[in-house]
């Protein structure tokens, strides 16, 4: 297989209590200097009781609920040094220290283009990832398959999801990739908010590894390439 995973979304995830639209809101991050004072909004921000979204021009969101703060950017055609949401969490953590943080989550997204191919993606999925057999061939039509690794490293545990879906393209029509989704996940302990606040700075620092990681499990592990794909210019939009 010549390919290689085309990165295309980083988000990270806040894990602790007491987080909400009481504190995550538009006007009190840029007060604390969370979100710089120029960044415009590409939508009116989403306020509920359940929820705050806000959805940045330069294609980051942030999405709070209860007890977690979801950051999300774009990160096709970007380098490492240009990824900004660690140094945006660095800010909120650093404006926040006083919350029980519990855990963060690294989750990078990538595709791999098999031509479009949807029979290439199909026999990709049962015939490497998967032992041939007749659990496949129940029904009308090959089995769609999503799977799940979990794997134990050194300083967290990485989940990774393979799953084959629809790829919307410029003209509407629908072509079958490969989606790799992983789960970097660091639980935070630690007696004292100062030092679950130090662990989840630490814990953040390994963002860039994480990443550079990821991409090199997918492309030499799964994929047995070490080339590099230029992803588009865009963010796709995944079909149903």
């Given at each position: 297989m010549s390919t290689a995973i085309a990165m295309q979304e980083l988000s990270i995830v806040v894990v602790a209590p007491g987080q909400g639209p009481s504190i995550v809101n538009l006007e009190n991050l840029v007060f604390n200097g969370t979100i710089p004072k120029d960044w415009e909004l590409a939508r009116e921000p989403l306020y509920t009781p359940q929820m705050v979204q806000l959805i940045f021009q330069n294609s980051i969101a942030i999405t709070a609920q209860a007890n977690r703060v979801v950051f999300s950017e774009t990160i096709a055609?970007?380098?490492?040094?240009?990824?900004?949401?660690?140094?945006?969490?660095?800010?909120?953590?650093?404006?926040?220290p006083g919350l029980e943080y519990e855990a963060i989550g690294i989750n990078p997204m990538g595709h791999v283009d098999m031509g479009g191919s949807e029979d290439a993606v199909r026999h990709y999925m049962n015939e490497t990832l998967m032992s041939p057999g007749p659990w496949q061939s129940v029904?009308?039509?090959p089995a769609q398959l999503q799977l799940n690794f979990r794997y134990t490293l050194a300083e967290s545990q990485l989940n990774l999801t393979v799953s084959e879906v629809g790829l919307r393209n410029e003209d509407e029509s629908v072509a079958k990739?490969?989606?790799?989704?992983?789960?970097?996940?660091?639980?935070?302990?630690?007696?004292?908010?100062?030092e679950r606040t130090r662990m989840m700075l630490q814990s953040l620092e390994r963002c860039g590894s994480d990443l550079s990681f990821f991409?090199?499990?997918?492309?030499?592990?799964?994929?047995?390439?070490?080339?590099?794909?230029?992803a588009p210019s865009l963010l796709p939009v995944f079909a149903n």
């Open positions: 055609d970007k380098s490492s040094a240009d990824v900004q949401i660690p140094q945006l969490i660095q800010r909120y953590i650093q404006c926040f029904g009308e039509s990739v490969l989606l790799f989704s992983g789960n970097f996940q660091y639980l935070i302990g630690g007696s004292s908010s100062s991409t090199e499990t997918i492309n030499t592990k799964f994929l047995g390439t070490d080339r590099t794909m230029s």
